[in-house]
């Protein structure tokens, strides 16, 4: 079977990072949903994919003749691959503290401006990385998945096609 070349695929993939963070978007401004730490982390990790396929689709790195693939489209892949890894691990985090008993959960954090601006970094990370109770909340579902296990699906599609994207052969 053959694949179709990268550059559509990358395309169709910055493509869904859009269309998810506007979801994620409309969700904040327009439903009143607000995001928690573990869901702002989890935007940026749409937002750095969507970089990279972009990045991926302006490059268009082709191979040198005799060569299976360019150093370039393996470091797309490779990137695609760690986002999709890192998003999924935050994701399933999420998903982690929703099944949780609510008298297990940690309390809720400060805001992240107000972390941002007065704790060091490495500890502001810690407490965003860790979860709150906020992060457990499950306030809306679709086909019965809550935020958080839509976007870990999300994230294990992308971390899917960039492991695919990396052991493929020539465009």
Known sequence: MTLPASRPLHLIAFIVCVMLLATAYYMEYVMGLLPCPLCIVQRFAFLLIGLVCLAAVLHNPQPRSGRRRSL????????????????????????????????????????????????????????????????????????????????????????????????????
Request: glycine letters at 10%; aromatic letters at 10%; hydrophobic letters at 55%.
């Open 72 to 171: 370039a489209a393996r470091g797309y892949a490779a990137g695609v691959l760690l986002l999709g890894v890192f998003g999924a691990a935050t994701a399933g985090r999420q998903v982690w503290l929703q099944h949780q008993p609510a008298d297990q959960l940690p309390s809720c954090l400060p805001s992240l401006d107000y972390m941002i601006d007065v704790l060091p970094v490495v500890e502001m990370l810690t407490l965003l990385f860790s979860g709150t109770a906020d992060c457990a909340r499950v306030t809306w579902t679709f086909l019965g998945l809550s935020i958080a296990e839509c976007t870990l699906l999300a994230f294990i599609g992308f971390a899917l096609f960039g492991l695919v994207q990396l052991l493929r052969g020539e465009d």
